[in-house]
């Protein structure tokens, strides 16, 4: 089976600027997250979908993130304005149930430098 | 809230030798355990996991890993380590009735040959 595809890989833009980041998950996962990893760090949840409802988005900073997942497929994560602390490797997931034993199945990210 | 602790941030090992990456977890009730492994400029890859039952829990690559309750630890093992085995690992907690993963900071294999 293909794996979570997300795009683009890699990603420079100034402070202050839009940005962007893609992900396909696996066919059939109806979950989908969005975690952010910072150098040295493990990776933090930023958002968690089932279907195409947002069902925790607690961890994400809601002046400047936002987030959607039409049809419950494709999922899109957006920063604006990005900030200089946003730098940072950006990660997608999906899992074919919540919870549980379901492992996590991660794409290759989206590496964000901003300058 | 769960907690997960990875006491080295390297590891050093000769190709042969055996590897061991080690875990400490603090949850609330019985956990779900993880490990993944991340190469260089890739996402997370799923190497096994710990549900119940038997405390040792095979997975991908010949690793293996380790489950004791009384020392709330999850270590990761493989017998013989290769250097294609370099890479940076995660060990990660879900409770039994949450969805929510925890992820320690990472440990840095490197296996020289």
């Known amino acids: 089976e293909a794996g979570v595809v997300q795009s683009p890989r890699y990603k420079i833009i100034e402070k202050k600027q839009p940005v962007a980041f893609w992900c396909n998950p696996i066919s059939g996962h109806n979950t989908l997250y969005w975690y952010r990893q910072n150098l040295g760090q493990g990776p933090e949840l930023l958002i968690r979908y089932e279907n195409e409802e947002a069902v925790d988005d607690s961890q994400l900073p809601k002046d400047r993130f936002s987030a959607e997942r039409l049809k419950g497929v494709d999922s899109t994560l957006k920063i604006q304005p990005a900030e200089l602390g946003d730098s940072a490797v950006y990660l997608c997931?999906?899992?074919?149930?919540?919870?549980?034993?379901?492992?996590?199945?991660f794409g290759n990210g989206t590496r964000l430098t901003v300058t | 809230a769960q907690s997960v602790a990875q006491p080295e941030d390297q590891v050093n090992v000769a190709e042969g030798n055996p590897l061991t990456v080690k875990c400490t977890y603090s949850?609330?009730?019985?956990?779900?355990l993880f490990w993944y492994v991340q190469y260089p400029n890739r996402g997370l890859q799923f190497l096994l996991k710990?549900?119940?039952?038997?405390?040792l829990v095979k997975g991908s690559y010949g690793f293996e890993a380790e489950f004791n309750k009384s020392q709330t630890s999850f270590h990761l093992k493989k017998p013989s380590a290769l250097v294609s085995d370099s890479a940076l690992y995660f060990c990660a907690v879900r409770p039994l009735r949450d969805y929510k993963l925890s992820f320690g900071a990472g440990t840095t294999v490197t296996v020289r040959a």
């Open positions: 710990y549900i119940t039952g038997d405390n």
């Open positions: 997931a999906s899992s074919l149930a919540t919870g549980g034993a379901s492992p996590l199945h």
């Open positions: 949850v609330s009730g019985n956990p779900y």
